[in-house]
């Protein structure tokens, strides 16, 4: 177990609707990371935030947004959802937002699934 | 920018035999570099990882694997292959600008079959 939970762990929708995925740090972790996994682009980075501060942008789909509060949860915003946006997408966190001793340690992830 | 290339998708050994999975990687500068495994219907977890200290890294579970700059290689081991070694592996680049962040570069993954 890394630390990192991850909310829902499955969730099937259809075509055109909206879903929040949720995630919860390590504790004392400063960084949240999302990642997508598909079966055609593999894992990719989709953003980062550092201590509520959006620090990096990977290949996130604008219909995409992300977020990070206060309590250092993040939440992950999918909008008029896709067939193509069925993956697993992951949370990652870390105590520093980069430099050679950041390790960054991945939650279980949420499957996705739209119909 | 960073990339990682794994060069085989699948890999079989038989159980107790020695494991070999090959990554390449490609950097403008002294790369920091991982791996990660992913059992089925689990997250990844960090087995290794090798910031510019010694070069050969040791890991969890008896995985180590070592950088060789001159062949841009990292290359994961392990003497005795188990049972529960069964899963998809990750070699990792870490892109970063600085220390204000930080984009992990994921292989195409190797997936590890064991023989009883």
């Known amino acids: 177990d890394s630390g990192v939970t991850q909310t829902p762990k499955h969730l099937i929708t259809a075509t055109g609707q909206r879903v929040t995925l949720r995630c919860s740090p390590r504790?004392?972790?400063?960084?949240v990371y999302w990642y997508q996994q598909s079966l055609d682009q593999g894992l990719q980075f989709l953003i980062q935030?550092?201590?509520?501060?959006?620090?990096a942008k990977g290949n996130i789909l604008e219909r995409f947004s992300a977020q990070q509060f206060p309590d250092l949860h993040s939440e992950l915003n999918l909008s008029s959802l896709e067939l193509g946006d069925s993956a697993l997408y992951f949370c990652?966190?870390?105590?520093?937002?980069?430099?050679?001793?950041?390790?960054?340690?991945f939650g279980e992830g949420s499957w996705l699934t739209v119909v | 920018a960073q990339s990682v290339t794994q060069l085989d998708s699948h890999v079989s050994v038989s159980e107790g035999t020695p494991v070999l999975l090959r990554c390449n990687y490609s950097?403008?500068?002294?790369?920091?570099l991982f791996w990660y495994v992913q059992h089925p219907n689990k997250g990844l977890q960090l087995l290794l990882k090798?910031?510019?200290?010694a070069t050969l890294v040791k890991g969890i579970n008896g995985f180590e694997a070592e950088f060789k700059k001159s062949e841009t290689s990292f290359h994961l081991t392990k003497p005795s292959a188990h049972m529960s070694d069964a899963a998809e592996y990750f070699c990792?680049?870490?892109?970063?600008w600085g220390f204000g962040n930080e984009k992990l570069t994921f292989g195409t993954g190797t997936r590890l079959t064991i023989i009883p």
């Open positions: 990652a966190s870390s105590v520093e937002a980069g430099g050679p001793g950041n390790t960054i340690y």
């Open positions: 504790s004392g972790d400063l960084s």
């Open positions: 935030y550092y201590n509520g501060e959006e620090r």
């Open positions: 950097s403008s500068y002294s790369p920091s």
């Open positions: 090798y910031t510019s200290a």
């Open positions: 990792v680049v870490s892109d970063r």
